[in-house]
T-cell receptor, first 111, second 113 residues
Framework: GQQLNQSPQSMFIQEGEDVSMNCTSSSIFNTWLWYKQDPGEGPVLLIALYKAGELTSNGRLTAQFGITRKDSFLNISASIPSDVGIYFCAGQLNNFNKFYFGSGTKLNVKP | GAVVSQHPSWVICKSGTSVKIECRSLDFQATTMFWYRQFPKQSLMLMATSNEGSKATYEQGVEKDKFLINHASLTLSTLTVTSAHPEDSSFYIC?????????FGQGTRLTVV
């Protein structure tokens, strides 16, 4: 399958700090999605990106679709304890096709 | 967002038995659904693509006779783990795409003893 390189693997930050994580791929994707997964739960969609260069926000979350269509980043501003979880990027090669997932970024927020 | 419901949330079965997991799209029709497997502290690994009215498409390395997939209607796909063994213990998650976005079920924790 496709390889999505997600970094960092884990982060330990203080409440109120901003966070940034990214995904890169050797393939060009049509769609990038960002998910958050809590333990024992399925991933929950945070942000969806459809166009190269697109910058989309969802509350304190901002994500961008890289110009080359081979990368994407997710920023979380003013982190809070409930941001704790594992964040995954996912890319879709062709519309209505399967998604491939990054390895995840585990976020820890210290109150 | 769209709602995908997975059942059961967890199941414990004896080695050698079969287990069926259901994935339903509650507020949309899904001609395609996806089944993933997730090991502890790891990412989601795509197992197969479930196609309504036709055979599922399995990823390389996934045994199709071991993991039987049936997509009998536009809102239901099932994954049956046949002759389960302890190494099949894992977190299984389904997803469906009403448009360009994938929505996930709650996941099923399978433990084979």
């Amino acid at each position: 399958g496709q390889q999505l390189n997600q970094s960092p693997q884990s982060m330990f930050i203080q409440e109120g700090e901003d966070v940034s994580m990214n995904c890169t791929s050797s393939s060009i994707f049509n769609t990038w999605l960002w998910y958050k997964q809590d333990p024992g739960e399925g991933p929950v969609l945070l942000i969806a990106l459809y166009k190269a260069g697109e910058l989309t926000s969802n509350g304190r979350l901002t994500a961008q679709f890289g110009i080359t269509r081979k990368d994407s980043f997710l920023n979380i501003s003013a982190s809070i304890p409930s941001d704790v979880g594992i964040y995954f990027c996912a890319g879709q090669l062709n519309n209505f096709n399967k998604f491939y997932f990054g390895s995840g970024t585990k976020l820890n927020v210290k109150p | 967002g769209a709602v995908v419901s997975q059942h059961p949330s967890w199941v414990i079965c004896k080695s050698g038995t079969s287990v069926k997991i259901e994935c339903r799209s509650l507020d949309f029709q899904a001609t395609t659904m996806f089944w993933y497997r997730q090991f502890p502290k790891q990412s989601l690994m795509l197992m197969a693509t479930s196609n309504e009215g036709s055979k599922a498409t399995y990823e390389q390395g996934v045994e199709k006779d071991k993991f039987l997939i049936n997509h009998a209607s536009l809102t239901l796909s099932t994954l049956t783990v046949t002759s389960a063994h302890p190494e099949d213990s894992s977190f299984y998650i389904c997803s469906a795409t009403p448009g360009f976005e994938a929505f996930f079920g709650q996941g099923t924790r399978l433990t084979v003893v």
